[in-house]
Nanobody, 121 residues
C-alpha cells in the first residue's frame, strides 16, 4: 500500500505565498508522474501542475508564472511553490502519483486526502 500525505496549506492574504508538500510512503519501487490537483467549492477537480520522473513540468494556464512544481526523488516528495496567490486559488489541493510498488509491476495511481488553501482578498 502507498500513502500520499499533503501538508503546507493554510490561510494567506492575496499576493502571498505558500509551499505545499506531498510525501509518499509505503511500498514504493519508483514514482512516475506526480501532480497537484485542486477542487474549489462547487467546481470540478482540475489539474494544476504535473511533473515527470525526469522533472519535466506542465502547468494549467491560470497558474503559469506564479506556481512552481518540483520533486525530490530521493525523498519521494513533491512540492508546489505558490506565489502571488489570488482568491480564485482557494481550493483543496490534492496530490496524485503513479507509483510502481515493486519492480516489474505496472504503475498504480494514488491520491492524497488534500490540504486546504484559502486566499483572502
Amino acid at each position: 500500500q502507498v500513502q500520499l500525505v499533503e501538508s503546507g496549506g493554510g490561510l494567506v492574504q492575496s499576493g502571498g505565498s505558500l509551499r505545499l508538500s506531498c510525501s509518499a510512503s509505503g511500498n514504493i519501487f519508483s514514482i512516475n508522474t506526480m501532480g497537484w490537483y485542486r477542487q474549489a467549492p462547487g467546481k470540478v477537480r482540475e489539474l494544476v501542475a504535473q511533473i515527470t520522473s525526469s522533472s519535466i513540468s506542465t502547468y494549467v494556464d491560470s497558474v503559469k508564472g506564479r506556481f512552481t512544481i518540483s520533486r525530490d526523488n530521493d525523498k519521494n516528495t513533491m512540492y508546489l511553490q505558490m506565489n502571488s496567490l489570488k482568491p480564485e486559488d482557494t481550493a483543496v489541493y490534492y496530490c496524485n502519483a503513479d507509483v510502481k510498488p515493486y519492480r516489474g509491476w505496472s504503475p498504480m495511481n494514488y491520491w492524497g486526502k488534500g490540504t486546504l488553501v484559502t486566499v483572502s482578498s
